[in-house]
């Protein structure tokens, strides 16, 4: 099976370069994301190989049934066997793949409307506490140009729930000190406009004024390396883990993880999902409202501690 997982190689199904081009054009995906669906598009080709199909819109929904079997029977590249959530993101690329082909007038069905994708547990994301966030923002000290980057990087990751992509594509015209708001692009090239706090003002402010200037910024970005180039997603994300171990925060921290803080700690204090899903750029409520379950838990956990008559082994009050 592996053999014929080579054999097939870089190739993609039929209409699959198209299908990208779309994905590029219409729908403004990364380039990360584009690698992600051309890997799973290249899965699906091995899998079309393996029962000798070679015209993807011959495929029926019989033939889609096998595909989540096949990928948990075939190895990956490091030879393990496909994880299930590896397994539901391939089949929800051929899923997009085959509506493609319908709209595109390329195909006459969609075979995946009679397959279902595999259930996945929902983990909830991890979330600091106030007083955990506090000090990881309180790590960076000194006036040095790094120290004043650092701190503005995890003031606004924290201060407006940034995606760590979203950062490093910030431009100095793209922050309104005055407003106190930075315009961002999300996912699928969205815009919006989201608030910062007067910490992070302050914080910009000094890393505008004497952080960039210092570390040479050879361009409009924001957030500058130590050579004055923009800082790269994996510069950021050292950045962050960097502060984390110095906090005594550690494996708790990731650059997503103050953007889960953000979202809980919004809700936490009584914000509205709808107002958080807009701040944090969701398509869809429904991707939002599992940080209201995190807040239930932590509600919860809390009411279990502090009331009285919470546990059931609890003796009676006198």
Known sequence: MAGQRRAAGDALPRHGERFLDYLIVERGLSEHSLAAYRRDLRLYQDFLAHRGIADVTAVDAATLRGLVPWLRDTPNSRGNSFAPRSIARTLAAVRGFHRFLVAEGLAGSDPTTEVSA????????????????????????????????????????????????????????????????????????????????????????????????????????????????????????????AHAQRAGLGALVSPHTLRHSFATHLLDGGADVRVVQELLGHASVNTTQIYTQVSTTRLRSVYERAHPRASANQSSLK
Request: with cysteine.
């Open 118 to 241: 595999p259930r996945l547990p929902r983990n909830l994301p991890r979330a600091l506490t106030v007083g955990q966030v506090e000090r990881l923002l309180a790590s960076p000290t000194g006036d040095e140009p790094a120290a004043l980057r650092d701190r503005a990087l995890l003031e606004l990751l924290y201060s407006a729930g940034l995606r760590i992509s979203e950062l490093v594509a910030l431009d100095v015209d793209d922050v309104d000190l005055t407003l106190r708001t930075v315009r961002c692009l999300g996912k699928g090239r969205k815009e919006r406009v989201v608030p910062f706090g007067r910490p992070a003002t302050r914080a910009l402010e000094a890393l505008v004024s004497n952080g960039r200037p210092a570390l040479h910024a050879a361009g409009p970005w924001l957030m500058c390396n130590q050579r004055g180039g923009r800082l790269t997603r994996q510069g950021a994300w050292k950045i962050v883990k």
